[in-house]
C-alpha cells in the first residue's frame, strides 16, 4: 500500500489507534520511505484467531481442505481502520492499495465499501472480501471523519435550509 501526504511518526500513530480500534495488534511488515511524506506499507496482524485476520476459504467451500485456511494478512477491516486513523491526521492523504485509489477522506468515504464487497473468489463462486475475515461486523467507524464527506448530495429539509422572515 502506497500513502502519501502523512509523515512517518503519523503514520506510526495511525497504526496503534487502528489497532486499539481493531482489538489486534497491525504490525508493518514492511515500512519504506521514499520520502518524508511517501511511504510504502505492508500490514499484518499480530494474533492469527484475533478479529482483523484474513482467512482463505476458496478451497474449503470447493472440498479441498478441512477448514479455511488462516492467515496474518490483515483484512479489509483492519485495512480500513487504519485508513481512517491515516485520514483523521492528514484529511488530504493519498492512499493506493491493489484494489482501489483513494484520493483524500472524501473519496474514501465514497468508496471504502466498493472495496469491501469485491469479489476475491471466481465467477463461479464468488466470496466478497469483506467475508474473508474473522470480524464480527462490517463497520470500521467512520464518524469521525464524516465531516470530510464532500460531494454529497443531500434532500433539502427544515434542518439543512435557511428560511427567510418577511
Known amino acids: 500500500m502506497l500513502i502519501s501526504g502523512i509523515n512517518a511518526d503519523d503514520l506510526a500513530a495511525a497504526r496503534e489507534v487502528a489497532s486499539k480500534a481493531l482489538g489486534n495488534e497491525l504490525i508493518f511488515t514492511e515500512f519504506d520511505s521514499y520520502s518524508p511524506k511517501r511511504h510504502r506499507v505492508r500490514v ?7 478479529p482483523g485476520a484474513r482467512r482463505h476459504s476458496y478451497s474449503y467451500y470447493l472440498g479441498y481442505a478441512k477448514a479455511p485456511r488462516r492467515s496474518r494478512c490483515a483484512c479489509g477491516h ?3 481502520m487504519l485508513m481512517v486513523a491515516i485520514y483523521e491526521r492528514a484529511p ?16 474514501f468515504l465514497l468508496h ?4 469491501l464487497y469485491r469479489n476475491v473468489g471466481s465467477r463461479m463462486m464468488p466470496i466478497a472480501y469483506a467475508d474473508e475475515c474473522t470480524c ?3 463497520d470500521i467507524g467512520t464518524d ?3 465531516e470530510w464527506r464532500l460531494g454529497v448530495a443531500e434532500m433539502p429539509s ?6 427567510v422572515a418577511r
Open 158 to 163: 427544515v434542518e439543512n435550509t435557511a428560511t
Open 78 to 80: 483492519a485495512y480500513g
Open 92 to 107: 488530504e492523504a493519498r492512499i493506493e492499495t491493489a484494489l482501489i485509489t483513494y484520493r483524500d477522506a472524501g473519496d
Open 112 to 115: 471504502y465499501e466498493d472495496a
Open 136 to 138: 464480527e461486523t462490517d
Open 44 to 50: 499484518q496482524v499480530r494474533d492469527i484467531d484475533g
Open 144 to 146: 469521525t471523519i464524516e
